[in-house]
Nanobody, 125 residues
């Protein structure tokens, strides 16, 4: 059974940092892009960032560009999201997901087949 497990969420003050991790069992991430979404209360889930298998492609939403950094360690089957300069509007449940992509031209066209259970990030003002 495929499982994606997020960790690293928590409560932080505005301007602070958190690093989220997304781990998977076995070869779940092998050759796949993996990324992050978030969902704030009463809002739709939104794309945050995605990284290719080789890490040569990384994309970010405009709302996090310059503040968040995605990376991955394929030996550990883990993808990370370093979140700096956090703002109260970054408060949400963050989900990692495996991406199915055919090409890396923008706008990205993708689907997602596996999701984690989510980790709460709360940024206080």
């Amino acid at each position: 059974q495929v499982r994606l497990v997020e960790s690293g969420g928590g409560l932080v003050q505005a301007g602070g940092s958190l690093r989220l991790s997304c781990s998977a069992s076995g070869r779940t991430f092998t050759y796949y892009a993996v990324g992050w979404f978030r969902q704030a209360p009463e809002k739709e889930r939104e794309f945050v960032s995605v990284i290719s298998w080789s890490s040569d492609h990384k994309y970010y939403s405009d709302s996090v560009k310059g503040r968040f950094t995605i990376s991955r360690d394929n030996a550990k089957n883990t993808v990370y999201l370093q979140m700096d300069s956090l703002k109260p509007e970054d408060t949400a449940v963050y989900y990692c997901a495996r991406f199915l992509l055919h090409e890396w031209s923008q706008p990205l066209r993708y689907s997602n087949d596996y999701w984690g259970q989510g980790t709460q990030v709360t940024v206080s003002s």
